[in-house]
């Protein structure tokens, strides 16, 4: 099955992974409103209204996400800097999301719901770009182990290089040993 995945187009795995962020925004949003609330939300009563906010969520997030290039990387190459990018990407989310909820001045979502919403859509979003990673790239294979690495140089040491240093960090076979540019910088 995941043969399958990594033989699709890259314009169809960027559309898996938006359609996999469209859910689970509003998701990370009703998990955040049931933590703070200490049960499982139900919009009833004076609530009714908030159920808008979890419709809007994706309009707010998504294009911040497209902007900031979280579809631009593939979910095999996910190192520490796609997921700087991730918590920038859900900070700006999340700041963007709290001024709307300030400015609607709709009754039924507490203030310290934006941290929470802040910490668990961090860690969904983070969380399934990394177990992306983990199913693509699977546990490194036993037998793979006693083979001794190849060390390899990498030609490019912008963001192309750190992620094929980040793929062949993963490989039982290379080991990444120097970069190489032509840039001074």
Known sequence: MFQKFIELPRNAKRMIVLGLDLVILPLALWISMSLRLGELFVPSGFRENVIYYFFMV????????????????????????????????????????????????????????????????????????????????????????????????????????????AALSNSPFYQPAVFIDDSKA
Do not use: D, E, H
């Open 58 to 165: 994706p309009f707010i997030a998504i294009p911040i996400f497209v902007q900031l290039g979280l579809y631009r990387a593939i979910i095999r190459y996910v190192g520490l800097v796609a997921m700087w990018t991730v918590i920038k990407g859900v900070t700006l989310y999340s700041l963007a999301f709290g001024v709307v909820i300030l400015l609607t001045g709709i009754p039924g979502i507490p203030r310290s719901v934006l941290l929470i919403n802040w910490l668990v859509t961090c860690l969904l979003i983070g969380g399934s770009r990394f177990l992306g990673r983990w199913a693509i790239s699977g546990p490194p294979k036993s037998g793979a182990a006693n083979i001794p690495k190849k060390r390899v140089a990498i030609y490019g040491a912008g963001a192309a290089g750190v992620q094929i240093a």
